[in-house]
């Protein structure tokens, strides 16, 4: 017998902000993406090419973004019990490769000019009109992690940090660009470039391992679960212990599943209400949390409170 979970509502952390986010990416990256592409083409510089080109990536990782928040907030249906939400980790995985992409990209182009490096033309005027995009991407990188963090989308988080490498690209980029037009030394921007690939490839990769964690059932956080335990514990009584803990964390779902132990004597109508009293307490920690509570007979577990993973 189970503890009623009312895990079939989606969480409310996960608000209609998130996908309001996720939509004003695409416009925003485009934006950003004619600022870059004018900037390369007043120039030439092959490390404002490389900078208009991760923004390509930003365009196609916010379109896969908005697609895959549209699609993890549908509600469980007989072929997906457990809901949509992976779909935003799959979203993250596709925006981590395709970081990695733009940065092979990036260093093919810098390794055919460096063996023949130009000056860039009207550099200040390209550099202007770069840092202005990036100011933008800054400003736009920032909300998505902070709201993106807050409402539990990972899809939201990935892009937030794949524009905060674009912006890292853009600091270095105009950094760089700058110090060749005044010194002379056109190798600078192709070198830059190449710099520019390496910061990127690992961001790609942090991007894809921690979106990975999350498609093979990664658990709560070490210190929440830690919490979860003492919660369980303070408002199980009536009951003769629980036991057998596992969480699951999949975007804005959290899955909570524990055995609890009750005396044989007691009522179908007594265990539910001690499993309606663990669900308040847990849900007022964990919003939104899907629980199974599965109630066994004495004599199935250890007697007392335990908890265990």
Same mark, same amino acid.
């Given at each position: ?36 592409? !004018? +900037?390369?083409?007043? &120039?030439?510089?092959? *490390?404002?090419?490389?900078?208009? $080109?991760?923004? #390509? %990536?930003? =365009? ?116 760089? !660009? +700058?110090?060749?037009? &005044?010194?002379?030394? *056109?190798?600078?921007?192709?070198? $830059?470039?190449? #710099? %520019?690939? =390496? ?111």
């Amino acid at each position: 017998m189970n503890g009623n979970s009312g895990g079939g509502t989606r969480p409310p952390r996960h608000s209609r902000m998130v996908e309001r986010l996720a939509l004003y990416s695409i416009p925003i990256a485009l934006v950003v993406l004619a600022l870059k592409v !004018l +900037a390369w083409r007043l &120039t030439g510089s092959v *490390a404002l090419f490389s900078d208009a $080109l991760e923004t #390509i %990536v930003n =365009v196609v990782a916010a379109t896969a973004a908005y697609a895959a928040v549209r699609y993890s907030r549908k509600p469980a249906d007989a072929g997906h019990h457990f809901g949509h939400y992976k779909a935003e980790y799959v979203s993250a995985v596709l925006e981590g490769v395709l970081i990695v992409v733009a940065a092979l990209l990036i260093a093919r182009e810098a390794l055919a000019d460096i063996t023949s490096p130009a000056m860039p033309g009207t550099p200040w005027l390209g550099l202007a009109i770069n840092a202005f995009g990036g100011i933008i991407n800054a400003v736009w990188a920032m909300t998505l992690i902070r709201l993106g963090t807050k409402h539990n989308s990972p899809a939201v988080v990935a892009d937030g940090r794949h524009l905060y490498t674009d912006v890292l690209t853009s600091i270095g980029v105009i950094v760089g !660009l +700058a110090l060749a037009v &005044t010194t002379g030394w *056109a190798v600078l921007d192709p070198l $830059l470039a190449l #710099i %520019v690939a =390496v910061n990127i490839v690992w961001e790609g990769w942090r991007v894809i391992s921690s979106s990975l964690n999350g498609l093979m059932d990664q658990a709560m956080d070490p210190g929440d679960i830690d919490e979860l335990k003492t919660i369980i514990a303070d408002h199980a009584e009536g009951s003769l212990g629980v036991h057998d803990l596992k969480t699951r964390v999949a975007g804005p779902a959290t899955f909570i599943d524990f055995h609890m132990v009750a005396p044989r004597h007691m009522s179908v109508a007594e265990a539910h209400a001690i499993c309606d009293r663990l669900e308040n307490a847990i849900k007022a920690f964990v919003p939104g949390a899907s629980i199974a509570i599965h109630i066994e007979p004495r004599g199935e577990a250890e007697h007392g409170i335990r908890v265990r993973l």
